[in-house]
């Protein structure tokens, strides 16, 4: 499979209105890499660099390449943010990767983690062992945001939540094997600061500047990410923190070893549009800056930023919605309260949020509550008010925030809008409230802090539990998702492209990243079931009575999940390697995360057990087999969805990232199973193999046909995408609603390339496409993927002949 020849073509920049010039239209697509040392290292990645630029990839987008812990396979918990990871290379592997890649006419994009270090072990952490070792005297304490203060929950002393049971202390000893002293807890080693050694470990950690406490104990004086003790905040407001964890990049902007930075949870920073301002003088005007902002639903990205667009998943959001059947919504919804005893609906998920928002506040995020309440009490100039009514009101206001954080530009006005809707509630809060209000328009401390605990409850209250929780159809509950809208109309859809088109012609799109809950296929094929509503309600039905789940809500989750990732072929699942432990996986962490029957903090190994008992059932049992039939029956439907999806993200406005192996059928579900080794080898030899237009099947041979067709297209002609015009086209006809189409092409010129894409395909397996046309702008247009050509008025029976998507280019 050879890509056409493409034309000489012109680029001329269509972000030059904008706050960038040349290099983000050089980005016309991005190929994700999960880089981990025992796998994949700048060295591998090399290897494959000729079969992406074959693919039509222009950059690869690397996950953190810092030094991160070891053995670490997602880069995320960096232990030292001032060299490039030796384990996946080194300075010298980023050098030849970037040359590598330069040399074939494309490019890097890396990720970068401002927010937080890898503390887990803290010897790896040179950093953080100085300031275990010396305390407030440290020179890289204000490095870290700590509470010193003698009320903070440990003496003034540093606490660390790492007992794992009463009897930790007893285990405590002293390591005299190395080059200094060390207390021992198990396979962790402390410092012992200057002047405290003795013969007795638990004398000597009564001198420590810190003190190690029960992880269940509510108490952690420093700031975490979210909830994750492992993971220790820096301060990026301070200059030398800045300038000693921007080091690196500065030095790859230097030397032009990248094109362009994705910034990693920026609402956790004090400040992050002014980190980001400071970030892109650092980078320059041409690199692309993209943030990993989650936008709750309508939420606009402040356009005050100096960045390029998001990581994606608000077009996520769009390009799965658009091709869910409203009409499957009201059966799914009562097949909920069958069995969940809820509909998982717009008001359950509302009374739900505020519920477990509130519960992560009071117990997850104590030690940030505790601590932000102490910082209002203090602003609002009110240090002997009475701590349990202020810590009551802040909470009632951070659980019906309905946004990660509401300082930025767009959102100006909704803090105030909240307080005076929980006054409006709660008259007894109106005292509280009003301290509330004097220190956030302080504009210090407690403001600052108020955003940061915002997004952290958010994160753990909807990601990371009510997603778990709703279980009506869950493909919807995705990062940046909002499974209380029950699909996206065609106008929506249109609309929100046209904004993207418009607004943020370099945004990032995407389908699948190593934290989405579910892969893209596998979302798509679940979506498919809201166009069999019925048929689904029934078969559960009959189903939990033959083989009776741990509870309703459980099952209802899993059995959706299993249907997402059962094989499609007719085969047993149980053959299938590997299957039945990512199952087994997947479902305790899905049952921890949720919290309802058992928990991370406290597993209930009774309701474990009986769940774990249920899945073998279901797999080796009659339910396995009848759900593998409607499986391999639904097949086709499920293709379809992921291919219309897959060519609409990868010809739609902003630059399309492909997740590593996606441009094959992937079953992933949450991490880490969505982050295991691809194997490119087959892909290599597939995009080789190919010779004319594959059929639907288990091989994904067709995704790959519509990947690199439309890849090639963005190449040969770039300027109709970044920065290209939108025009939305619509069907006429009986089956015209299952149409989803648009055109794309230059500015101030005639439509160039056309997307056509079936959704809800169940209905035209009966129906067909009867008399349903598509008007076509002026030309003769022929679609890449199938050879064929068409003028005037296309008959989608037509179009749609071989494959149930259509690229058609004038």
Aim: with cysteine; hydrophobic share 40%.
């Amino acid at each position: 499979m050879t890509p056409p020849e493409a034309p000489e073509t012109h680029v001329t920049d269509p972000l030059s209105l904008r706050r960038t010039t040349a290099r983000p239209t050089t980005i016309r697509s991005t190929y994700r890499l999960q880089l981990r040392p025992d796998a994949l290292t700048f060295s591998d990645a090399r290897t494959i660099a000729e079969y992406l630029q074959q693919l039509g990839i222009s950059h690869l987008y690397l996950s953190p390449i810092l030094t991160a812990a070891h053995g670490s396979n997602h880069g995320y918990d960096v232990t030292d943010p001032t060299t490039v990871s030796a384990a996946l290379g080194g300075p010298a592997g980023l050098k030849a990767l970037s040359d590598e890649v330069r040399s074939r006419g494309m490019g890097l994009v890396v990720d970068l983690v401002p927010n937080h270090v890898g503390v887990a072990d803290p010897r790896q952490n040179a950093w953080w062992w100085d300031v275990l070792r010396n305390g407030r005297e440290s020179s890289f304490a204000h490095y870290f945001d700590i509470d010193w203060s003698p009320g903070n929950g440990a003496g003034g002393r540093l606490a660390l939540p790492v007992l794992q049971s009463e009897n930790d202390p007893a285990a405590l000893t002293v390591d005299r094997s190395g080059p200094e002293p060390m207390l021992a807890l198990h396979d962790l080693r402390f410092p012992i600061a200057p002047g405290t050694d003795g013969d007795n470990a638990l004398r000597i950690h009564d001198k420590q500047h810190y003190r190690l406490v029960s992880w269940k104990a509510g108490v952690c004086t420093y700031r975490r990410f979210f909830a994750v003790s492992s993971l220790a905040a820096i301060r990026q407001e301070d200059n030398e923190v800045f300038e000693a964890t921007h080091r690196e990049l500065a030095a790859w902007c230097e030397h032009d070893l990248i094109d362009g930075v994705r910034i990693d949870h920026p609402d956790g920073l004090s400040y992050p549009a002014a980190y980001l301002a400071r970030v892109r003088r650092l980078i320059g005007p041409n690199r692309l800056l993209l943030v990993e902002k989650i936008l709750a639903n309508r939420e606009p990205l402040d356009p005050t930023l100096p960045v390029d667009g998001t990581t994606g998943y608000d077009a996520l959001a769009d390009l799965g919605g658009v091709l869910i059947k409203p009409e499957g919504e009201q059966a799914l919804t009562e097949l909920s309260k069958k069995l969940a005893g809820h509909g998982s609906d717009r008001a359950w998920i509302g009374e739900t949020e505020h519920r477990i928002k509130r519960a992560v506040a009071e117990n997850l995020l104590a030690p940030e509550i505790r601590r932000l309440v102490a910082a209002i009490k203090r602003d609002g100039g009110a240090e002997s008010f009475d701590t349990m009514a202020m810590t009551n009101a802040t909470i009632e206001v951070l659980a019906f925030m309905p946004v990660y954080r509401a300082d930025y530009a767009p959102l100006a006005g909704m803090i105030g809008a909240v307080i005076a809707e929980v006054e409006k509630r709660n008259s007894e809060l109106t005292v509280p409230l009003a301290v509330l209000v004097a220190a956030l328009a302080a504009d210090g401390e407690a403001a600052v802090r108020f955003s940061q605990v915002c997004g952290a409850v958010t994160a753990k209250a909807v990601e990371d539990t009510m997603f778990y929780q709703a279980a009506r159809l869950v493909s919807l509950q995705e990062v940046g998702g909002n499974p209380a809208r029950f699909g996206h109309s065609l106008n929506e859809f249109h609309l929100s492209n046209t904004e993207r088109a418009h607004r943020w012609p370099a945004t990032m799109t995407t389908l699948s990243t190593h934290d989405t809950k579910r892969g893209e296929d596998v979302r798509a094929r679940i979506g498919v079931l809201s166009q069999i509503a019925d048929t689904w309600a029934q078969c559960v039905e009959a189903w939990d009575e033959a083989a009776p789940g741990p509870d309703g809500a459980t099952t209802l989750f899993l059995l959706q999940n299993m249907f997402g990732v059962w094989p499609a072929d007719g085969r047993p699942a149980a053959s299938v390697p590997g299957l039945r432990e990512r199952l087994h996986l997947f479902a305790e962490k899905s049952i921890r995360e949720a919290g309802t029957k058992t928990s991370w903090e406290e597993p209930d190994a009774e309701f474990e057990a009986a769940v774990h008992s249920w899945i073998d059932t279901v797999i080796d049992g009659p339910v396995g087999s009848e759900l593998g039939d409607l499986v391999h029956e639904l097949a086709p439907h499920a293709w379809s969805d992921a291919l219309s999806q897959k060519l609409l993200q990868l010809c739609g406005p902003g630059i399309p990232d492909i997740y590593q192996g996606c441009e094959l059928w992937e079953d992933s579900l949450v991490d880490p199973d969505n982050r295991r080794p691809v194997d490119f080898t087959i892909r290599i030899g597939m995009l080789q193999s190919l010779t004319g237009t594959p059929a639907l099947d288990t091989t994904g041979a067709a995704k790959m046909w519509i990947v690199a067709y439309a890849l090639w297209l963005r190449r040969e002609r770039p300027d109709c995408f970044v920065g290209g015009t939108y025009l939305p086209l619509f069907a006429t006809g009986e089956q015209a609603g299952r149409l989803v189409s648009y055109a794309r092409g230059r500015v101030g010129a005639a439509p160039e390339v056309i997307v056509a894409t079936t959704r809800h395909s169940l209905g035209l397996a009966e129906t067909g496409w009867g008399d349903t046309t598509l008007d076509l702008p002026q030309g003769t247009w022929t679609d890449r993927l199938t050879g064929h050509t068409f003028q005037g008025r296309a008959r989608l029976e037509k179009l749609f002949g071989l494959l149930p998507v259509a690229l058609l280019v004038r």
